[in-house]
């Protein structure tokens, strides 16, 4: 059974950090290139970035550039997503997804207030 469990979510204030992780299971993770995908209420899913297979590539959303990184051990079949100088704009549920799939985990809540 594929599995993705994010964590690492919370209340953070404007400018603050965050590092969320995706535990991957049931799967081969490193043939899978994986991403950070984001919903906020009442909007659509957003790309926010990916991550090839390796590792050796990464793409991020413009509204995120130079603040998040997004990275992997495919030793342990987690992806991360570091994320700093976080803003209000930022706050949603994260969720990882694995490329070419409908796989997604449960998603991990990100609030960003004062």
């Known amino acids: 059974e594929v599995q993705l469990v994010e964590s690492g979510g919370g209340l953070v204030q404007p400018g603050g950090s965050l590092r969320l992780s995706c535990a991957a299971s049931g799967f081969t993770f490193e043939n899978y290139a994986m991403r950070w995908v984001r919903q906020a209420p009442g909007k659509g899913p957003e790309w926010v970035s990916s991550?090839?297979?390796?590792?050796?590539?990464?793409f991020y959303a413009d509204s995120v550039k130079g603040r998040f990184t997004i990275s992997r051990d495919n030793t342990k079949n987690t992806l991360y997503l570091e994320m700093n100088k976080l803003k209000p704009e930022d706050a949603a549920v994260y969720y990882c997804q694995a490329g070419g799939t409908n796989w997604r985990g449960q998603g991990t809540q990100v609030t960003v207030s004062s």
């Open positions: 991550i090839t297979t390796r590792g050796d590539s990464t």
